[in-house]
């Protein structure tokens, strides 16, 4: 039996605190499989993403590209959300997991800023009968789970150009398709 994870976000973009949260998951053995999700359309965001579903997966894949092997080939983006009609819910994609996986024990990581959320979630109770959660927690929120000092980075720091936490192969993609450009 694997312990598989699925880390989902918005990742407009993934940004190196992202990347941190893989990296210790991995090489502290807390999951053996990382499957990385785009959101599609989030609904307990304030606002839309502002780069496309398929530039996000673009960002995620090239992100972890950038990763040491021993990290990457543990990864994988899956865009089931990002392909999904209609709007994103956790327990859909938790559900394909799931049933992709029926062996394996299946755990939601999300970071304490999500987690004090999740309550609000779409068939909340079901996702925590089909998974296990991972909470990690993020510097400037409530305390709730594991600490793997956590790099204090926001993606709209990012965007605002207030922060260059990101890969740079990650970046020139941004520089290049003049993603957040104001």
Same mark, same amino acid.
């Given at each position: #039996?694997?312990?598989?994870?699925?880390?989902?976000?918005?990742?407009?973009?993934?940004? $190196?605190?992202? @990347? =941190?949260? +893989?990296?210790?998951?991995?090489? =502290? =053995? +807390? &999951? %053996? =499989? @990382?499957?990385?999700?785009? /959101?599609?359309?989030?609904?307990?965001?304030? $606002?839309?993403?502002?780069?496309?579903? /398929? %530039?996000?997966?673009?960002?995620?894949?090239? *992100?972890?590209?950038?990763?040491?092997? $021993?990290?990457?080939?543990?990864?994988?983006?899956?865009?089931?959300?990002?392909?999904?009609?209609?709007?994103?819910?956790?327990? %859909?994609?938790?559900?394909?997991?799931?049933? /992709?996986?029926?062996? !394996?024990? &299946?755990? @939601?990581? #999300?970071?304490?800023?999500?987690?004090?959320?999740?309550?609000?979630?779409?068939?909340?109770?079901?996702?925590?009968?089909?998974?296990?959660?991972?909470?990690?927690?993020?510097?400037?929120?409530?305390?709730?789970?594991?600490? +793997?000092?956590? &790099? !204090?980075?926001? *993606?709209?720091?990012?965007?605002?150009? @207030?922060?260059? !936490?990101?890969?740079?192969?990650?970046?020139?993609?941004?520089?290049? $398709?003049?993603?957040? %450009?104001?």
């Amino acid at each position: #039996m694997s312990r598989v994870g699925i880390y989902g976000g918005t990742f407009d973009p993934i940004h $190196n605190g992202h @990347l =941190k949260v +893989i990296s210790q998951l991995i090489e =502290k =053995k +807390i &999951i %053996d =499989k @990382l499957i990385l999700v785009p /959101a599609g359309q989030p609904l307990l965001r304030e $606002n839309a993403p502002i780069a496309s579903g /398929a %530039d996000r997966r673009t960002m995620c894949q090239l *992100a972890v590209s950038s990763l040491p092997s $021993n990290i990457s080939q543990h990864v994988e983006v899956n865009p089931i959300e990002i392909l999904r009609e209609g709007p994103s819910y956790a327990i %859909d994609t938790v559900e394909a997991v799931r049933t /992709a996986y029926p062996e !394996d024990e &299946i755990f @939601l990581i #999300m970071g304490s800023d999500a987690y004090s959320k999740i309550d609000q979630w779409h068939r909340a109770e079901e996702i925590h009968e089909l998974a296990s959660i991972i909470c990690i927690n993020r510097p400037g929120f409530a305390q709730h789970g594991i600490d +793997i000092a956590a &790099i !204090d980075v926001s *993606a709209t720091e990012v965007r605002a150009g @207030l922060s260059a !936490d990101v890969p740079e192969i990650v970046a020139a993609f941004i520089r290049e $398709n003049r993603l957040y %450009d104001n």
